[in-house]
């Protein structure tokens, strides 16, 4: 797949949450179902930081690391998915790396990958 874009509206993150599958790590929350319109081959992500985990910053700089994450992930994903990363108070204190290996395993639960 390899490309890349945002879930903008709340129906899309309501279809998610309603039809999806859900995967837990230590630090995140993912919900993810597969694209139902095949007329795209790109992978959407939305990620929610609620304001009670930090302020701006702290919230922004999660939020660009998970997106770096995902972006590196979505290469290796074998279909169109729309995902949302929701992000655990762990999370504050972890180090991208540590992130981008709980989104991956989030992402092999709900079968992502090939």
């Given amino acids: 797949m390899g490309r890349f874009s ?8 309501d279809r998610v949450f309603r039809k999806g599958s859900r995967s837990r790590t230590t ?3 993912v919900a993810g179902v597969t ?11 939305g990620f929610q930081v609620k304001k009670k985990y930090g302020n701006a ?4 700089r999660l939020r660009r690391q998970l997106k770096a994450a995902a972006r590196k992930l979505t290469l290796r ?20 790396q540590d992130l981008e290996q709980d989104l991956e395993r989030a992402l092999r639960k709900l079968r992502c990958f090939s």
């Avoid at 945002?6 to 993150?13: A, E, H, R």
């Avoid at 694209?35 to 992500?45: A, G, L, N, P, V």
């Avoid at 910053?57 to 922004?60: A, K, L, Q």
């Fill in 6 to 13: 945002t879930l903008k509206t709340k129906s899309d993150f």
């Fill in 35 to 45: 694209r139902i319109d095949t007329s795209s081959d790109e992978s959407r992500f």
């Fill in 77 to 96: 994903m074998t279909k169109a998915w729309d995902v949302v990363v929701m992000v655990n108070q762990k999370a504050v204190d972890r180090k991208y």
């Fill in 57 to 60: 910053v702290v919230r922004n």
């Fill in 27 to 29: 630090t995140l929350i």
